[in-house]
């Protein structure tokens, strides 16, 4: 069975600008997590979409978003960044256990 | 208080050397624990994972819940440099997952 995907892997952008990750569970799965990961605050909980709804959200500002497609895949928006958004964006798949995809490695300059 | 609490090391160990990792956490209501082992610049890779109190062994690895207490480690018998690595503990409780910030560990030959 094949692992979680996310694209791209990594990603360079200016402050202001926008971006959108995406993310493919592994077959079957129906919940899609995403997660930002820095050295300075760990793995910290952005939102869950389960069966295209959100179920579950982080303290993320509005500025973070997600949505989840009839196909289970899961796209990430972060409008207007900032300086602080550079981290590893991790996405992970399952209910009662987390499958992580490599993450996309977003730099903000 | 956070949920999870970890020792974010850095821990070293030489090579052979049985590893102790642990977390403690508040809720008494999690049931589902798990260790994932990230190496640098991947995503985390589930190592173990458990259902309520007790060990569980999987080849070098070793997980135990003291629910009790509270409390969880993972024992890393006869450590290699491969085992170099951040190790992180999560719990899960309607549906939603809570991570410990991590243990490096570094194993040297």
């Known amino acids: 069975k094949a692992g979680v995907t996310q694209t791209p892997r990594y990603l360079i952008k200016t402050r202001g600008q926008q971006v959108t990750l995406s993310c493919s569970p592994i077959?079957?799965?129906?919940?899609v997590s995403w997660y930002q990961q820095t050295p300075g605050q760990g793995l910290q909980f952005l939102f869950e979409y389960f069966s295209e709804t959100q179920r579950n959200k982080g303290n993320f500002p509005g500025r973070f978003s997600g949505r989840q497609f009839s196909n289970s895949r899961s796209e990430m928006n972060v409008s207007t960044l900032e300086l602080g958004d550079s981290a590893l964006y991790l996405c992970?798949?399952?209910?009662?256990?987390?499958?992580f995809g490599p993450g996309t490695r977003l730099t903000v300059l | 208080q956070k949920e999870v609490e970890q020792d974010p090391g850095p821990l070293s160990v030489p090579e052979g050397a049985i590893v102790s990792l642990n977390c403690t956490y508040s809720n008494s209501a999690f049931q589902y624990f798990m260790w994932y082992r990230q190496y640098s610049r991947k995503g985390p890779e589930l190592l173990m994972y458990t259902y309520s109190s007790g060990n569980k062994e999987d080849g070098r690895f070793t997980a135990q819940v003291d629910k009790s207490s509270k409390y969880i480690s993972l024992f890393i018998r006869d450590s290699q440099p491969s085992d170099s690595a951040t190790y992180l503990c999560?719990?899960?409780?309607?549906?939603?997952?809570?991570f410990g910030s991590g243990t490096k560990l570094n194993v040297k030959p």
């Open positions: 077959s079957g799965h129906r919940s």
């Open positions: 999560a719990m899960y409780d309607f549906n939603k997952f809570y």
């Open positions: 992970a798949s399952g209910t009662d256990t987390q499958y």
